[in-house]
Each structure stands twice: as C-alpha cells, then as structure tokens.
C-alpha cells in the first residue's frame, strides 16, 4: 500500500498519514512562534517536522486555499506551502493540492460544507478529531486515495 501524508496547512496544521501497512494516524501540529522567536522558525518547525513524518511517504496532498480572510492567515499559508514544496521538490516527493471546496463536496456533498460539518462527517467514518484541521486532512486523505484508485482501475 501506499504511503500518503495529507496537510491542511496552517499555524494548526492538520495531519492524516496513510501508512505502507495501511493504517492511519492523524492529529494536529501547532507553528505558532514562541514570544521571542522570528517568524520564519515557524517555517523551520515546519521543515523539521516533515523530515521527521515523510520517511517512507510516496505522495503529499495539501489542502489548496484560494481565499484568505486575513492578511496573517494568507502569509502564513503562503510561508507553509512554500515550504512544503521546497521540501517535496528537494526529497522527490510528488505532491499536489487540492482545493477546499473539492474537499468539503467529498466529505459531506456540500461544497461549502462548516467546520463543525467537516467534523461530524470524519466522526461518522469512525475517527476521533481533536479539531477541523485534522478532520479536513482526513478528508484529504480520504479524497487522494479514492481519486487515485479510480485511476488505478481505469489504467487495468
């Protein structure tokens, strides 16, 4: 099986791992930056953090966010991504994004489905999130891997 690391990027990053063995851990990993830290030791925790998670990992999928309500929120995805790119470009990894709205459809059929909704739908599967972040990266997950034995059995 294949090994799959799905993110919803954010100071509260959202994880869901697919192991070779098949099964699945996920969580959530807080950035923020310590009262006398610069900004960019978010991104090195970051960088560090992946070293640690992707050994072994095939594939990376993150969630693709068009839209930002907030300047911070913007720049601080716009930092993360860049960051796992990088990282996914340097460690021949392939990774994609996948965008929000993808998501929420594959997990409730809503498109514009809330938080607590997201939540809720990673519950019904049988999950325990601590929050939305890891339940949109179990979704992430979910959606990769579907999409991707879709086209497995389509290449038969």
Not at 27 to 55: D, H, I, N, P
Not at 67 to 82: E, S, V
Not at 104 to 119: P, R
Request: overall charge neutral; hydrophobic content about 40%.
């Amino acid at each position: 099986m294949k090994s799959v690391l799905a993110l919803d990027l954010g100071t509260n990053c959202g994880w869901a791992l697919r192991h070779t063995a098949g099964n699945i851990s996920y969580g959530t990993k807080s950035f923020k930056v310590g009262k006398y830290e610069g900004a960019g030791m978010r991104y090195l925790k970051f960088q560090q953090w992946l070293a640690l998670v992707t050994e072994g990992v095939e594939h990376i999928a993150y969630e693709a966010v068009r839209r930002h309500i907030g300047t911070d929120a913007a720049h601080c995805y716009g930092g993360l991504m860049a960051t796992l790119t990088a990282f996914c470009e340097d460690s021949k990894i392939p990774y994609e994004g996948v965008g929000v709205g993808t998501i929420k459809k594959f997990a409730t059929g809503a498109g514009n489905a809330s938080k607590d909704e997201m939540i809720a739908a990673a519950n019904a599967l049988g999950y325990n999130p601590e929050d939305d972040n890891a339940a949109d990266a179990l979704h992430l997950l979910g959606y990769v891997e579907s999409v991707n034995s879709v086209l497995k059995n389509n290449l038969k």
